[in-house]
Nanobody
């Protein structure tokens, strides 16, 4: 079992920056790929970024060049630094852990409770 807890959401103006954190506890952090997903009202949950257990990362095209995912193994924490935020980035952001090398939500076994990010225009 892996427990995940996100923090760092909030309200920011378009063009601003925000950082999210996700602290993991339970099973060995390094064995899991750590992903960020988001869900806007009325929309399906969508992939944002992932840091796989081997160290490589992958981003959705919509955030590439603006968002950066990183992980700190000593703290069992994964981060999402979001720059140049746009109103369309507004969503609840979820941290997820999974052992499959995938970017679909169904492949992730454990989820955090989510944190709201609101970008005003």
């Amino acid at each position: 079992q892996v427990q995940l807890r996100e923090s760092g959401g909030g309200l920011v103006q378009a063009g601003g920056s925000l950082g999210l954190s996700c602290a993991a506890s339970g099973r060995t952090f390094s064995n899991y790929g750590m992903g960020w997903f988001r869900q806007a009202p009325g929309k399906e949950r969508e992939f944002v970024a992932v840091s796989w257990s081997g160290g490589s990362t992958y981003y959705a095209d919509s955030v590439k060049g603006r968002f950066t995912i990183s992980r700190e193994h000593a703290k069992s924490t994964v981060y999402l630094q979001m720059n140049s935020l746009k109103p369309e980035d507004t969503a609840v952001y979820y941290c997820a852990a999974g052992r499959a090398r995938a970017i679909v939500a169904a492949a992730y076994e454990y989820w955090g409770q989510g944190t709201q990010v609101t970008v005003s225009s």
